[in-house]
């Protein structure tokens, strides 16, 4: 198992990791489980406190239900309920405008008010928490005229059907 365990910034309280796994992606990072801080609700379910690099189809706020091995490792079973909120990954390129800055990528979308975490100084993927209120027409405008010039590469992680019709 290959894990990107310590990414995640750990939120205030008394957050536990909850472990995701996954395919590896080709060409692209060589992990296969993602561990995301989550707020415990009951003994077998969370709500995720995290936005996800890695692992799709989950966003902050969603709440999963998990499993607990006899090691006591919390291994995600399914989402029990959406939040409504998505997740934009966007990967600043080095040789654009922005060259790789994530600060630069927040400062885009600062008027949004989004917040999210970035990976790591070696890799400065943003991912984005969208909440459910947004304006997704126009974050989905700045998206596409950042990587249309050169900004960014972006992909969801997470959408939901409103997203989606924007």
Excluded at 15 to 40: Q, S
Excluded at 105 to 133: K, S
Excluded at 137 to 149: A, F, M, P, Q, W
Aim: glycine share 12%; net charge negative; hydrophobic share 40%.
């Amino acid at each position: 198992m290959t894990s990107a365990s310590d990414v995640h910034e750990r939120p205030a309280g008394g957050a536990v990791k909850i472990w995701f796994r996954f395919a590896p992606r080709e060409g692209w990072l060589p992990y296969d489980t993602e561990g995301l801080w989550a707020t415990e609700l009951t003994a077998d379910t969370a709500r995720v406190e995290n936005v996800p690099f890695l692992q799709d189809g989950v966003a902050q706020g969603d709440v999963v239900r998990f499993e607990t091995n006899a090691e006591g490792v919390r291994w995600a079973r399914g989402r029990v309920r959406e939040s409504g909120h998505c997740v934009i990954r966007v990967l600043p390129e080095r040789a654009g405008p922005l060259a790789g800055s994530a600060a630069a990528v927040h400062a885009q979308f600062a008027r949004f008010g989004l917040g999210g975490e970035v990976f790591g100084p070696e890799l400065p993927l943003v991912a984005l928490d969208v909440p459910a209120d947004a304006d997704f027409r126009d974050i989905k405008r700045v998206l596409d005229d950042g990587e249309s010039n050169g900004w960014w590469y972006y992909e969801v992680g997470c959408g939901t059907d409103r997203w989606w019709d924007a």
